[in-house]
């Protein structure tokens, strides 16, 4: 019992792994538009503090989210996504990425422009056991926004 609570608190995989688990889940989910995909990379209690509300613990709303969030940027079509940076420490992997993609369908209201966009994002995840356990992430959507034209 003692040596799985100390395993909560301390990641069995080094920083490299760990950074490797958040390279394979865009690659798998974000690029690959693979949401069953979801449980290989998150455990069944994780927390998506990127989510608003309380409603943000367990695969289930993870799900919900990931759907929501592809449905809204299928406006962007030719999506290529950079990762710029990525640091890990025990634990904890920090990546920043930059997001290209044509505006080609209906985004928050704003009509297709054709434009060639840029979004920055930073997440910041903590891995337990090969897994994220827990999620925060930034985007630059002002950033976006302006770029639409609004």
Known sequence: MEIQTMRRYISVNTPTENKQVIRDFIQTVWISHNLAALPR?????CVNHAMPGEQNHGLDALQAYHQEFMQQFAAFSSVHIELLQQIAENDR???HTLTHGRHTGLFAGIAPSGKTVSLFT???DRIEDGKI?????VADLAGLMQQLGT
């Open 93 to 95: 992997v920090v990546t």
């Open 122 to 124: 930073i997440r910041i």
């Open 41 to 45: 990379f998150w455990t069944t209690d």
């Open 133 to 137: 356990v827990e999620h925060w992430s």
